[in-house]
């Protein structure tokens, strides 16, 4: 398909377990961001990244989530010990460029729930 | 204060009214103003960009005042297919993050 995938669509995760969460940017498309977003919020920024380089990971919450981009295409997003507040629909967007008012095109999101 | 503000509503409005969306951003070195609509469940996706200019898309009006770092969006003779919410987002600084407001619910019935 043409359009930004994530994988796996639902995630369900027993508190402590690591999970890793996969993006599979449009081709060519040079920024990718994550971002969470629990129930009836929007979506809060994780990190950013232009091609490989991750430029800001301030949205990060703790030590335990960690993402890469390691060839500039897929990217994926790892959390650590795994707590219920973690719960939310992580969702991954990717845009041509990165400079002015390009669009950004987002996946339908990877809902995780922790137990 | 969160770096971008919306009221959340929900704006109940009945088919055929006009409805005023504001946002409000924090960083006065944002670049770049979307406003994004979200369906229920459903991913953001691109509703318009925003200029300082304003700018119009049939039904809908986007407008920019930088100087009292201030956004809105007016939609005209609302239709059902409108009932959404409605995402106010800022980019940081050129090339940099995209921050989201918590959104706008509208609710259009008939």
């Known amino acids: 398909g043409a359009g930004v995938s994530q994988s796996p669509r639902y995630k369900v995760a027993k508190r402590g377990q690591d999970v890793a969460l996969r993006c599979d940017p449009i081709s060519g498309h040079v920024s990718l961001f994550w971002y969470q977003q629990a129930l009836g919020q929007g979506p809060e920024f994780l990190t950013y990244f232009q091609n490989e380089a991750q430029l800001d990971k301030s949205g990060l919450p703790s030590d335990r989530f960690f993402a890469e981009r390691p060839e500039g295409s897929v990217s994926t997003l790892k959390i650590q010990r795994t707590q219920q507040e973690d719960s939310a629909v992580y969702l991954c967007?990717?845009?041509?460029?990165?400079?002015?008012?390009?669009?950004?095109?987002f996946g339908q999101g990877t809902r995780l729930t922790v137990v | 204060r969160k770096e971008v503000e919306q009221d959340p509503g929900p704006f109940n409005v009945p088919e055929g009214a006009t409805v005023a969306f504001n946002c409000t951003y924090s960083?006065?070195?944002?670049?770049?103003f979307f406003w994004y609509r979200q369906d229920c469940r459903k991913e953001p996706k691109l509703l318009m960009s925003v200029y300082s200019s304003g700018n119009e898309d049939g039904r809908f009006t986007a407008q920019l005042n930088r100087a009292s770092q201030y956004i809105s969006l007016l939609i005209r003779d609302s239709k059902l297919s409108d009932s959404a919410t409605y995402l106010c987002?800022?980019?940081?600084?050129?090339?940099?993050?995209?921050?989201f407001g918590k959104g706008t619910t509208l609710s259009v019935s008939s």
């Open positions: 960083n006065s070195a944002s670049q770049s």
């Open positions: 987002v800022v980019m940081r600084q050129a090339g940099t993050a995209l921050i």
């Open positions: 967007a990717s845009s041509l460029v990165f400079i002015g008012g390009t669009e950004a095109f």
